[in-house]
T-cell receptor
Framework: QQPVQSPQAVILREGEDAVINCSSSKALYSVHWYRQKHGEAPVFLMI?????EQKGHDKISASFNEKKQQSSLYLTASQLSYSGTYFCGTDRQAGTALIFGKGTTLSVSS | GAVVSQHPSWVICKSGTSVKIECRSLDFQATTMFWYRQFPKQSLMLMATSNEGSKATYEQGVEKDKFLINHASLTLSTLTVTSAHPEDSSFYICSAIGTAANYGYTFGSGTRLTVV
């Protein structure tokens, strides 16, 4: 079952923050976040496992609320390089395929 | 880190011909390989799951006779698009998981197929 991402698109100025959400109606084992730039393969950002955790590196972090089956990706002090389409991929069991949301397009301008 | 090499990066073929896409895991054993297809401005859609030495499991709506998947070894999986048509033009990307203790998926770099 495809996770639901919101919002569909975000437009930011450099330095502004953004939050992208990913939710599922089914219990999840893990949530994976990727960023994809036009014409390129998705780039792995981070993985969050059930148990409810938060991760981050640099100005990008994410959380996974197991009770709500919702993950959020936090982008702080956005940079031009953050532009792209963000996908969350979810699985309900270890070793099964990731099912991706429809994506959130982030545009950062100077 | 784990690396999956996918070839070719792009291919243009004539309608009616077949195209083979390869994914090789370079530094780990890929017990399971997933194949995705992505149309412009859309998400990655799972086509099939293959386990080494077994027949692939196809998602609903994906023609198994058209998209042949072979996962004959722990380091190589291939996707052959048979009798390609313009509507098969898409970005195809593989993803592998292995036997390593660290849980994670490794994606190939993708193949852009254009059928003319």
């Amino acid at each position: 079952q495809q996770p639901v991402q919101s919002p569909q698109a975000v437009i930011l100025r450099e330095g502004e923050d953004a939050v992208i959400n990913c939710s599922s109606s089914k219990a999840l084992y893990s949530v994976h976040w990727y960023r994809q730039k036009h014409g390129e393969a998705p780039v792995f950002l981070m993985i969050l496992l059930k148990g409810g955790e938060q991760k981050g590196h640099d100005k990008i972090s994410a959380s996974f609320n197991e009770k709500k089956q919702q993950s959020s990706l936090y982008l702080t002090a956005s940079q031009l390089s953050y532009s792209g389409t963000y996908f969350c991929g979810t699985d309900r069991q270890a070793g099964t395929a990731l099912i991706f949301g429809k994506g959130t397009t982030l545009s950062v301008s100077s | 880190g784990a690396v999956v090499s996918q070839h070719p990066s792009w291919v243009i073929c004539k309608s009616g011909t077949s195209v083979k896409i390869e994914c090789r895991s370079l530094d780990f054993q890929a017990t399971t390989m997933f194949w995705y297809r992505q149309f412009p401005k859309q998400s990655l859609m799972l086509m099939a799951t293959s386990n080494e030495g077994s027949k692939a499991t196809y998602e609903q709506g994906v023609e198994k006779d058209k998209f042949l998947i072979n996962h004959a070894s722990l380091t190589l999986s291939t996707l052959t698009v048979t009798s390609a048509h313009p509507e098969d033009s898409s970005f195809y990307i593989c993803s592998a998981i292995g036997t390593a203790a660290n849980y994670g998926y490794t994606f190939g770099s993708g193949t852009r197929l254009t059928v003319v």
